[in-house]
C-alpha cells in the first residue's frame, strides 16, 4: 500500500487469557484466578524491571526487563505476510520472531517466520561492520532468551505496511514465551516499532485497555492521537538517560477521597544514577508505588473500606491528575465479597500497572515528548 505521512492505523491488543488468545491457559479459571495468575505474572516483570533499573550504569551486562507479558497483538513479516502473534512491550524496544532455520525454539501456535519465502527480506544492517551478517542475543529476566540475526523486512498489522524494519530473526529461543512466535518492542529506543514508523505515525500510539473478563480486545492506535477523541489531559514525558527506553511520568502527588497523602519529598524522583520514577508499564499487573507512599495510602485507605463504592484515588502527574474509581483500585478474588487493593509496595522505582490503566485512554507522543490521560467508556470503543 501506499504510505503518506502521519498515517494512522487501528489493532487490538489481546489479553493471553481472552478466549482469541493462542496464549491462554487450557484449564478453566475463575476471573480471580486469572488475575491472582496475572499478578505473580506481575511481581515477576517488576523483579526483572528492577534487575535492569539498578544495575543500570555499571559495566556488567543485565538481563532485558521484558519476556513473558499479558497483551499481544496478530501481524505478519514478509513478502507474502506471513503470520505471528507477539507480545507487546512498552519496556523493551527490539522486535523479534522465531525463525527458519531454527537450532533451537520453543512451541508455539503459529509457524516459525521463512526468511527464504520472503522477497522484501534482507539479513544485516546498513553499517559497514554488520553489512552481511549482524547478530544479536537477548536475555531476560526468568532466563528464557532469543538470538539470531538482525534483518530487514516487512510487518503487516491488519491491513497496513510497514516496509524495511529492522527486527530479530530469531535462530536460538529459549523459554515458551507463553505460545506467541516472538515479542514487539514498542519502548522508546531507535529498534523499537514506534521509533521504526516514525516517519509515518509520528511515533504516536495510544490504548484503551479494557477490564479483564470482558469478553473484548483492546483497540490500539499508531498514529495521530486524535484517535483517542478530544479533552485528552496531557503530562510531560520524563528523560531517564539511564534507562531511555521506558516511559516515565512526574508523579506529583496522591490523594484518596479527595484528600492528600502525604508522603516523603522526592519520593517519585529519579536521580543521577537512574533509579526512582514512575514508569507507565502496560505488562505489569498491579500499581507499585515506592513504599514510603504506598504505606501512606494505606493508612489513609483502611479506614474507608465500610463505604467502599464511594471512595477514590486519585494521582496527580505534573500537570493533570488521574482519578481512579473503586474498579481501578480494587479486584473481587473470590464470590464471598473479599477484594483486594490492586497495588503494592516498591524499591527503587514506582510503575503503573494495567489494572489501572483500564478503561482509560493512554496516549504516548515520544516526538512531544508527553503522555496523555482520558477516562473512556468502554461500551464505546
Not at 491488519?158 to 514498542?186: D, E, Q
Not at 508522603?263 to 515506592?290: C, E, R
Not at 500537570?319 to 473481587?332: G, H, K, Q, T, W
Request: proline share 6%.
Amino acid at each position: 500500500m501506499e504510505w503518506f505521512l502521519f498515517q494512522l492505523f487501528r489493532t487490538e491488543l489481546i489479553h493471553r487469557e481472552h478466549p482469541s488468545s493462542p496464549m491462554r491457559s487450557t484449564a478453566q479459571q475463575t476471573s480471580s484466578e486469572i488475575f491472582l495468575a496475572a499478578v505473580k505474572r506481575g511481581a515477576k516483570r517488576r523483579a526483572r524491571l528492577s534487575q535492569k533499573i539498578l544495575a543500570a550504569g555499571k559495566i556488567f551486562s543485565t538481563p532485558i526487563a521484558s519476556g513473558n507479558g499479558e497483551y499481544l497483538i496478530d501481524l505478519s513479516f514478509g513478502s507474502p505476510p506471513q503470520k505471528a502473534s507477539a507480545i507487546v512491550d512498552t519496556g523493551s524496544d527490539l522486535i523479534w520472531v522465531q525463525c527458519l532455520p531454527c537450532q533451537s525454539c520453543y512451541t508455539a501456535i503459529r509457524a516459525k517466520f521463512d526468511p527464504t519465502k520472503s522477497s522484501s527480506y534482507a539479513a544485516g544492517l546498513p553499517y559497514q561492520s554488520c553489512n552481511t551478517s549482524c547478530q544479536y542475543n537477548y536475555m531476560y529476566g526468568d532466563d528464557s532468551s532469543t538470538s539470531g540475526a538482525l534483518s530487514f523486512d516487512s510487518i503487516t498489522i491488519r491491513t497496513s505496511t510497514i516496509t524495511n524494519v529492522a527486527f530479530g530473526c530469531g535462530h536460538r529461543n529459549l523459554g515458551t514465551f507463553a505460545g506467541a512466535g516472538g515479542l514487539m518492542g514498542l519502548g522508546q529506543g531507535p529498534l523499537s516499532l514506534i521509533s521504526q514508523a516514525g516517519a509515518i505515525t509520528s511515533k504516536i500510539f495510544s490504548y484503551c485497555l479494557v477490564p479483564l473478563g470482558i469478553n473484548k480486545t483492546s483497540p490500539m492506535y499508531i498514529g495521530d492521537s486524535a484517535a483517542a477523541g478530544s479533552d485528552i489531559a496531557y503530562t510531560p514525558l520524563l528523560n531517564n538517560i539511564v534507562n531511555p527506553s521506558f516511559y516515565y511520568v512526574g508523579l506529583t502527588g496522591i490523594s484518596v477521597a479527595g484528600k492528600a497523602v502525604n508522603y516523603p519529598a522526592g519520593t517519585f524522583s529519579i536521580d543521577t544514577s537512574g533509579q526512582g520514577g514512575f514508569i507507565l508499564d502496560s505488562g505489569t499487573t498491579l500499581t507499585y508505588l515506592n513504599t514510603a507512599a504506598f504505606t501512606a495510602v494505606v493508612a489513609r485507605e483502611a479506614p474507608r473500606r465500610p463505604t467502599l463504592p464511594w471512595c477514590f484515588i486519585s494521582l496527580v502527574w505534573i500537570s493533570p491528575s488521574l482519578p481512579l474509581p473503586p474498579e481501578n483500585i480494587f479486584v473481587a478474588v473470590d464470590t464471598l465479597g473479599s477484594d483486594c487493593l490492586a497495588m503494592a509496595a516498591s524499591t527503587g522505582f514506582s510503575i503503573l500497572g494495567n489494572i489501572q490503566q483500564q478503561n482509560h485512554w493512554i496516549v504516548h507522543g515520544i516526538v512531544n515528548k508527553q503522555v496523555g490521560f482520558k477516562t473512556e467508556n468502554i461500551e464505546t470503543i
